[in-house]
């Protein structure tokens, strides 16, 4: 089944093109087609949808209404997909996207809406209609919402496609989003992108580690970028797959291990050449965590967990009441600390499953978190998630609070070294505590205005930071540069 919008985030958004142009309605890459008659016409016809204002003389989207664009989410989920609804939404998102702040998140929280209420409509009308206006996005490889809009037609739009045998689709958004190869509904999709470029140009990465001098980030289309010498080199080594990978980790003797989509676990013990682990379930995996002695613990979607002893040649899993999903594992003095939907945080006792849950007092009941750091001595801690959040604990986690922390922002990712605590999230948002949790303050890191989904400290109080487009970041004191833009077209640069 596809995911449904309206629920709590369940995944990171969580990105050459060829284009749908057989299949679907003609655009213009540049910008989503539309004029002034149209924004005129779609005024009448929803009421209350668009309110603008001027802004040195230019005309500014500055609120979309909530009544007539939940009646828009009513009529896709109908399977109805009217030209003026087609005309309204590029309007929308287009306007959005010239924005940035919490008015521009907007815009990608609409994308996700409709990508997942057509994908679970069984509408062919819907679907195409909404793939139609994804193409187009992901057709400008410089707009704001590429990346996301190609994730969303890898994901959610072609399954919803896959469901209702819709194979001329699925196979147009296969050669948009994996481009070196057309694949068939529910095909393995294994030693593809990943292995014959390295690094995909397109290819968020959403996760990374630090060991000693070894860094490792990995993301989209099975990419996984390793330094061994602390970032000043970056080798890209074929995994194997082209599923995304959402979770990265070292083992206490520096060996990697990554988890992803469709039970994906990945282990290189050299950071040159990894290997697959295979794993009993197709279920996605968010978190993971290799305590030693051969044990690697993953967590994920609907309450999966499963546990190795065996450096993952076998696995059992692991029952829980709840079927919670729980994303990034971090360690907490000895323990191990999990976080994820309904505002779980779990101690994970040595690293073991299942975790026990903590109170946390401040967020509602199915706010999400995304991430969790804990000082070495595992006793002050920090999670992070919607709307600028972030919670402290001073007793080891067993319990939460909120504090005030002034950011709006989406907040997907926490680290720290010392008195210094560093969050970072959407928008370009990266924040700095120097007082332990008092006061956060905002880096500069224009421009960039895109989403920063990790970020983890070095042994000598650096951080690395990475986002959209196989971007890696080093935040210095408040001098964050960029270590890792992939440029169009090329892959990553090899270590000897």
């Not at 629920?7 to 299949?23: A, D, E, I, N, Y």
């Not at 014959?196 to 996984?224: C, T």
């Not at 980790?249 to 992803?260: C, V």
Request: hydrophobic share 40%; net charge negative.
């Amino acid at each position: 089944m596809c995911p449904r919008p309206g629920g709590p985030f369940r995944g990171p958004l969580l990105l050459p093109v060829l284009s749908l142009l057989l299949l679907l309605p003609a655009a213009a890459a540049a910008r989503l087609p539309f004029d002034e008659a149209d924004v005129e016409a779609t005024q009448r016809h929803f009421p209350d949808l668009m309110f603008f204002s001027e802004q040195e003389g230019k005309r500014v989207l500055t609120s979309v209404g909530k009544e007539p664009l939940g009646g828009i989410y009513d009529e896709l989920e109908a399977g109805v997909f009217r030209p003026e609804t087609d005309i309204a939404l590029r309007i929308v998102l287009q306007e959005l996207s010239e924005r940035t702040g919490a008015i521009g998140v907007e815009g990608r929280r609409i994308m996700e809406a409709i990508a997942g209420i057509a994908a679970d409509s069984g509408s062919r009308e819907a679907i195409r209609g909404v793939a139609a206006i994804l193409s187009d996005l992901l057709a400008d490889d410089g707009h704001a919402y590429a990346a996301q809009a190609e994730e969303l037609l890898a994901e959610k739009v072609r399954c919803g496609a896959g469901a209702i045998n819709d194979h001329e689709l699925v196979a147009s958004i296969a050669a948009q989003t994996s481009p070196d190869r057309e694949l068939a509904i529910l095909s393995n999709t294994d030693g593809t992108v990943a292995d014959r470029y390295g690094l995909h140009r397109r290819s968020d990465l959403f996760s990374l580690a630090v060991w000693n001098d070894r860094v490792v980030a990995v993301g989209h289309f099975g990419s996984m970028l390793i330094s061994l010498d602390g970032g000043s080199t970056w080798n890209a080594p074929a995994t194997g797959t082209d599923q995304p990978l959402y979770a990265v980790t070292f083992d206490p003797e520096g060996e990697i291990w990554a988890a992803g989509r469709a039970g994906i676990v990945l282990h290189s013990a050299d950071g040159v050449t990894v290997r697959r682990s295979v794993t009993p379930f197709d279920r996605h995996f968010f978190g993971i965590v290799a305590p030693g002695e051969g044990r690697v613990r993953v967590v994920g979607d609907f309450g999966l967990q499963l546990a190795s002893e065996d450096r993952g040649a076998t696995w059992r899993c692991v029952p829980r009441e709840e079927d919670v999903i729980l994303g990034r594992i971090n360690r907490s003095g000895p323990d191990y600390i999990a976080v994820g939907e309904f505002a779980t945080i779990e101690r994970l006792p040595a690293g073991e499953l299942p975790g026990r849950r903590a109170v946390v007092e401040g967020v509602p009941d199915e706010f999400y978190l995304f991430d969790a750091w804990f000082e070495p001595e595992g006793r002050v801690g920090f999670a992070v998630g919607l709307g600028g959040t972030i919670i402290r604990s001073d007793d080891g986690g067993a319990s939460w609070a909120r504090i005030e922390s002034g950011l709006a922002a989406d907040l997907y990712g926490v680290g720290g070294f010392g008195d210094r605590v560093v969050v970072v999230g959407e928008g370009g948002t990266v924040a700095i505590s120097d007082d332990g949790g008092g006061r956060f303050e905002l880096v500069e890191v224009a421009p960039l205005p895109l989403p920063f989904y990790d970020v983890a400290f070095d042994q000598s109080g650096g951080a690395f930071i990475v986002g959209p487009r196989g971007l890696i970041g080093r935040l210095e004191e408040r001098r964050f540069q960029l270590l890792h833009p992939l440029p169009p077209g090329a892959t990553a640069e090899a270590t000897p």
